[in-house]
């Protein structure tokens, strides 16, 4: 991408790193208005066929160039690595909020995951995992302890098992992860979120068909909301994230990643009206800290994000 005359390149940098903070925040924050007009799965697939929808070109040529190559079993792997990242951990997502909770809550739960990735790095992967990654591990855990109590102490009608639904989605972004790890890195960005895209939406029409969850409201708040989440969260984060990758590089981003929890928490106070406590301030420091010392510590493809779980520079919500 090159840089329009006169601006400085900081300039833009900075510009396209808030655009890929806000938009992914997003994510977190979009689905609320929707889920009060459907349930989480029909939600889910109607924002996954738009942004498939948008990526069949690029998935097309992907498959015509894998199956002159014969690369077809790494687009399978490619597949189950989409199928992890987006219908398992934005899944877990839709249904959290769904479920009552937070939206700041469920976005440091499932951010947290490069703890988890680093405490399973030894036995998966044979990587040293250091004292001060156990330490950070056991200090993130308290911090989300903290923001969930801090949530659970406001009320409402939140069923405590709610709260193991975020957690859930972050186990299927860390064996997203895993999976990447083991996944040859010969196919083009674009073309990645493509194949992750598609085989997310077919696993998700499947399930919703079974679930009897296909039909959509007609509500223009619902449709509304589909538009923004497979423009935004998906389709201008996924975008910008790649972006930035190439032009930044991997500590850029991640640096960027850790500012989504409580960017998340604060667009949700004024937009949600979701409550911002003490204990939740403290509780995203605790939990935000840890895993910054985790991602300074550990090898770059260990690294944290959402959904390009699937992609190589990194390790995804």
Excluded at 232 to 249: D, K, M, Q
Aim: aromatic fraction near 6%; hydrophobic fraction near 60%.
């Amino acid at each position: 991408m090159s840089t329009p005359i006169g601006i400085p390149p900081a300039l833009v940098t900075t510009a396209l790193g808030a655009a890929f903070v806000l938009s992914w925040s997003s994510g977190f924050v979009g689905p609320a208005w929707a889920l009060e007009q459907a349930d989480a799965m029909t939600l889910l697939l109607w924002r996954s066929l738009p942004a498939a929808a948008v990526l069949a070109p690029f998935l097309v040529r992907h498959l015509a160039r894998a199956r002159r190559e014969g690369r077809l079993a790494s687009s399978g792997r490619h597949a189950v690595i989409g199928v992890l990242s987006q219908a398992g951990y934005v899944g877990s997502v839709y249904a959290a909020l769904s479920l009552g909770v937070a939206s700041g809550t469920t976005s440091l739960m499932d951010g947290v995951q490069p703890l988890v990735v680093a405490a399973l790095a030894g036995p998966l992967l044979g990587v040293t995992v250091g004292a001060r990654q156990w330490a950070a591990l056991a200090v993130g855990a308290l911090g989300v302890g903290l923001v969930v109590a801090a949530d659970a102490a406001q009320g409402g009608d939140v069923p405590a098992a709610a709260y193991a639904v975020p957690l859930l989605g972050m186990a299927s972004l860390v064996a997203a992860t895993f999976v990447e790890q083991r996944t040859p890195a010969a196919i083009r960005p674009v073309e990645r979120l493509a194949v992750h895209t598609a085989a997310s939406a077919a696993v998700l029409a499947v399930v919703a068909v079974a679930a009897g969850a296909v039909v959509p409201p007609a509500s223009p708040v619902f449709w509304v909301t589909v538009a923004w989440l497979a423009a935004v969260p998906t389709l201008a984060a996924y975008g910008l994230y790649w972006l930035l990758l190439e032009r930044s590089g991997v500590t850029t981003v991640n640096a960027l990643l850790f500012l989504v929890p409580p960017v998340t928490t604060l667009w949700a106070a004024v937009a949600l009206d979701e409550p911002l406590t003490v204990l939740t301030a403290v509780g995203l420091v605790l939990a935000l800290g840890a895993t910054w010392v985790v991602a300074r510590d550990s090898a770059e493809p260990l690294s944290p994000a959402a959904e390009p779980a699937g992609s190589r520079p990194r390790s995804r919500a």
